[in-house]
């Protein structure tokens, strides 16, 4: 019995040993280095046009940034791959991207025939933190080619003169929505 009463003392010697290490360990101090919040750096708008060399050939083609902050900016598009770039850094805050054309004075249409088109553009919208990562808001677009008969081209024209985006970003940059 003496052997059982020893036994039953050592085990209670162990175990109130550990549960004196877990409360030590748990209730270690919390508040060494509070995490810091992530700051956002800026929105980035980023506009990708596929313009047709028919485009190119007979229209005058432009992406017009303008946001509430003031900033204003007009990116000629004379390529078929035009990429733009367009930062957001006071919140909140309201930005637009038009995609603009009209016809090129001076140049002559064809007689006949039709003229390939693809009036749409991919826009991404990507919030970067001072941490360096980032975050995508948004993507959409689109850029569909068709063939326009030639004696249609200037309604398509005036139908599609522009093609405006508008984003409204809250006071963490976020997109409302």
């Known amino acids: 019995m003496k052997t059982l009463k020893n036994l039953f003392h050592a085990m209670a010697a ?4 550990a549960l004196t290490a877990t409360v030590a360990v748990s209730c270690g101090d919390d508040d ?3 995490v810091a919040e992530k ?3 800026k929105v980035q708008i980023t506009v990708d046009a596929k313009p047709t060399a028919d485009m190119l050939k ?3 083609l432009a992406i017009v940034y303008e946001d509430s902050n003031g900033g204003s900016e007009t990116k000629k598009i004379d390529t078929t791959e035009p990429k733009f770039t367009f930062d957001v850094t006071k919140f909140p805050a309201t930005a637009s991207v038009n995609y603009t054309m009209k016809q090129k004075s001076g140049v002559e249409l064809p007689t006949e025939g039709s003229i390939s ?4 553009f991919y826009y991404t ?5 001072s941490d360096g990562t980032s975050t995508l808001l948004q993507y959409a677009g689109s850029s569909s080619s068709l063939s326009v008969p030639v004696d249609k081209f ?3 024209i005036e139908k599609h003169s522009e093609n405006k985006n508008s984003f409204e970003f809250d006071s963490n940059g976020d997109l409302k929505k």
Do not use: H, R
């Open 32 to 34: 060494d280095d509070p």
């Open 58 to 60: 007979y229209l005058d």
């Open 154 to 156: 200037a309604s398509w």
């Open 125 to 129: 919208v990507t919030k970067y933190f």
């Open 117 to 120: 088109v693809s009036p749409g």
């Open 14 to 17: 162990v175990l109130l040993l």
């Open 39 to 41: 700051k956002v750096q």
